[in-house]
């Protein structure tokens, strides 16, 4: 039976947790809002990934046209490679992507699975292919996408259950993760259960972000009440299919945050100035939530709400700048001129 959140934590709530009990929320505070988005480039199709080269240019992939492409700070616009083997359908198609040093890493949907494949980065495009992972369950929906490297120096992938809800209590299959993997895409020294699978429980996380302590957290999308902000640790289970939201069953871990799902369908995550920044799809915000000294979420700030329609990725930049991505062309936004678009903010 699926348990829905506790009415301690209903709605727009930021919620704390010590053994199972709700604790007030964090005495923190967002502070000053960001400054207005300047559009870096604009006429993409639905931009899913963001990751930054050591020279400040950006890679960004489109979701359904499955092109990777190199984005310079000032806009500039260079077409590296479009991925034959991606096949773009429903919520699936190229989406994550990762770099270190000169060798990328992207994560999409084959005509078989989700999988994760690394190549070399050169002036003139994508070389060298490596497939690391490759089984990862794909479906018309859920089918995570994330990519990041952690403080730890590994690779940390995100998935979905494919709307197959028990995937996600089985440590067997990868469906309904996060995975931490070498570049080589084996399992992580270090890993809970020996394989790649560094937490459970997951119905479709497609946000990962690292505070300033190298504490994880990541965004997750709920079914009809509650998404949620979780901050993970190996080994964990998260509740899903069993709850959704708050729970009050010590074998699950509760979020630090929960919304309803009108506000938010939180997507990419990223954290800058003591705060992470979600972007909202249905919720078509970007999400402000101020971080304690511990780890515990303050009260949630909505920016831009309803300005820019849907918002998908998200990345900070290395100088301490967001680019955020707009998701208005993935055939449940209605876009505007220009869209979709990544533009530039200064996080307060």
Known sequence: MLLTALTACSGLTACTTRGGEVLPTAAVSA???????????????????????????????????????????????????????????GEGGLMGVAAKEN???????????????RYRLTGNGLTDQQLLV????????HNGGRLAFGPDGFLYATTGE?????????????????LRMTVDGAPAPGNPFGTLVYSYGHRNVQGLAWDGSGRLYASEFGANSYDEVNRIEPGANYGWPEVEGRGNDQRYVNPILTWSTAEASPSGMAY?????????????????????????????VAHFTERYGRLRAVAATPDGKLWVGTSN????????????????????
């Open 329 to 348: 062309k993935d055939g449940r936004g209605s876009p505007k001129d220009g869209d979709d678009r990544i533009m530039a903010l200064t996080p307060s």
């Open 272 to 300: 800058a100035n003591g705060s992470l920044w979600v972007g909202a799809l249905r919720g078509a915000r970007l999400w402000q939530i101020p971080l304690g000294e511990d780890g515990s979420a303050g009260a949630p």
């Open 31 to 89: 502070g000053a809002a960001p400054s207005d988005p300047e559009d870096v480039v604009t006429g993409l199709a639905v931009p899913w990934g963001i990751a930054f080269l050591p020279g400040g240019d950006a890679v960004v992939t489109e979701r359904d046209t499955a092109r990777v492409l190199r984005v310079s700070r000032t806009g500039q616009v260079t077409d590296l490679a479009r991925i034959e083997d991606a096949h773009p359908d």
């Open 134 to 141: 490759q089984g990862i369950p794909k479906g018309g929906i």
């Open 162 to 178: 494919t709307g197959d809800r028990d995937l996600a209590q089985r440590l067997d299959s990868l469906g309904g993760k996060i």
């Open 103 to 117: 060798q990328l890493f992207l994560y999409y949907t084959s005509e078989l699975d989700n999988r994760i494949v």
